[in-house]
């Protein structure tokens, strides 16, 4: 092998641990011995043209790896992503006894927020028409039940405007939430965290069956690190 072609072998060498050694973060003096003994081998050959071609080449490999980066790092945002509407969106079809137990939470819910005129701005009107001509509870609640199993992505059917409801207004009910009964052999701090998570999951139904589609990540993230802490007060009490 020519000096020209064995200096070059061991200019590639030198360059491809130069390029490994920029990703590895190397210690400056380590890097500036390889730059130096490079310069070296340059200086040796003589092969200026050939060194401008293998730089080219080097920064195609640099080019190419850094593209392998974005792809991976669009990968894991896609996979964080789907994460979070797997958390935030509830399946369609469900059991019909779970879809009674959403409409009654929801139907409380919906009757809370008409006790406020700070929370009621997101009740549609035709639903706060509606309830108003009832006196009984019951009957309201009934009322509520019909309203949640007639609701419709491609309708303009769900009583609350979703898209105008903050966290603080949900987040507030979650914290005066009590059971109503005791069951027999499980803690009252026990229910309660299962009442979290059936309104938690009774709102996310509604998203799902009405127009609004889906919260904001914003809103599913508050939402799950307030749930989180309220189930750990919960635990620490029991």
């Given at each position: 092998?020519?000096?020209?072609?064995?200096?070059?072998?061991?200019?590639?060498?030198?360059?491809?641990?130069?390029?490994?050694?920029?990703?590895?973060?190397?210690?400056?003096?380590?890097?500036?011995?390889?730059?130096?003994?490079?310069?070296?081998?340059?200086?040796?050959?003589?092969?200026?043209?050939?060194?401008?071609?293998?730089?080219?080449?080097?920064?195609?490999?640099?080019?190419?790896?850094?593209?392998a980066k974005d792809v991976i790092m669009s990968g894991e945002n896609e996979i964080a992503k789907g994460q979070d509407e797997e958390l935030a969106v509830m399946p369609c079809f469900v059991a019909d006894s779970t879809k009674k137990t959403y409409a009654n939470q929801m139907t409380n819910y919906i009757l809370w927020l008409m006790e406020s005129t700070a929370t009621c701005v997101v009740l549609e009107q035709w639903y706060i028409d509606g309830v108003s001509c009832l006196t009984m509870h019951c009957k309201k609640k009934e009322f509520g039940r019909e309203v949640f199993f007639a609701m419709d992505p491609k309708g303009n059917n769900c009583p609350i405007k979703l898209s105008d409801l903050t966290f603080e207004m949900f987040s507030n009910y979650l914290n005066q939430l009590k059971p109503k009964q005791q069951r027999k052999g499980v803690k009252?701090?026990?229910?309660?965290?299962?009442?979290?998570?059936?309104?938690?999951?009774?709102?996310?139904?509604?998203?799902?069956?009405?127009?609004?589609?889906?919260?904001?990540?914003?809103?599913?993230?508050?939402?799950?690190?307030?749930i989180g802490s309220l189930k750990q007060n919960v635990s620490v009490k029991c």
């Open positions: 092998m020519s000096k020209n072609n064995s200096s070059l072998c061991k200019c590639h060498l030198c360059a491809a641990n130069n390029l490994g050694n920029a990703f590895q973060s190397p210690s400056p003096p380590a890097q500036a011995t390889n730059e130096q003994e490079c310069g070296d081998i340059f200086a040796d050959s003589g092969a200026v043209d050939d060194v401008a071609i293998d730089n080219v080449a080097i920064d195609d490999v640099a080019a190419e790896l850094n593209t009252s701090e026990v229910m309660l965290a299962g009442m979290y998570d059936l309104n938690k999951s009774g709102l996310m139904y509604m998203f799902k069956t009405s127009k609004y589609g889906a919260p904001t990540t914003d809103f599913i993230r508050e939402l799950q690190l307030y």
